[in-house]
């Protein structure tokens, strides 16, 4: 299984960026896939995820209202629309999958596969 991660680079800050993950390889089933992002010297931190059994969508605060987390199930595809982008946001952002839930989807340690990550930059 490989997710690729796009659709990063730089940006201003009051811009947009639309991020892409798409998974490759033999994963049958799922239950959710999310968006984290780490900055330099930062822990990774959870920013957004979405289930594949309803649609629900779950943001960290610092981004609620300005991301925007979707999914293509025939493409097997997840979407960041982040609008609004701030310094702050400037990170790696990565994507994951989280193949069996145990509810905890702020959590890296629940998502099993991982993307290569993409570089994200605002700035001022």
């Known amino acids: 299984v490989q997710l690729q991660a796009s659709g990063g680079g730089l940006v201003q800050s009051g811009g947009s960026l639309r991020l892409s993950c798409a998974i490759s390889?033999?994963?049958?089933?799922?239950?959710?896939m999310g968006w984290f992002r780490q900055a330099p010297g930062k822990e990774r931190e959870f920013v957004a995820s979405?289930?594949?059994?309803?649609?629900?969508?779950y943001y960290t605060d610092s981004v609620k209202g300005r991301f925007t987390i979707s999914r293509d199930a025939a493409k097997d595809t997840v979407y960041l629309q982040m609008n609004s982008l701030k310094p702050e946001d400037t990170a790696v952002y990565y994507c994951?999958?989280?193949?069996?839930?145990?509810?905890?989807?702020?959590?890296?340690?629940?998502?099993?596969?991982w993307g290569q990550g993409t570089q994200v930059t605002v700035s001022s």
């Open positions: 994951a999958v989280d193949t069996f839930s145990s509810g905890h989807y702020y959590s890296h340690s629940e998502y099993d596969y």
């Open positions: 390889g033999r994963i049958f089933m799922y239950d959710a």
């Open positions: 979405i289930t594949t059994s309803g649609g629900s969508t």
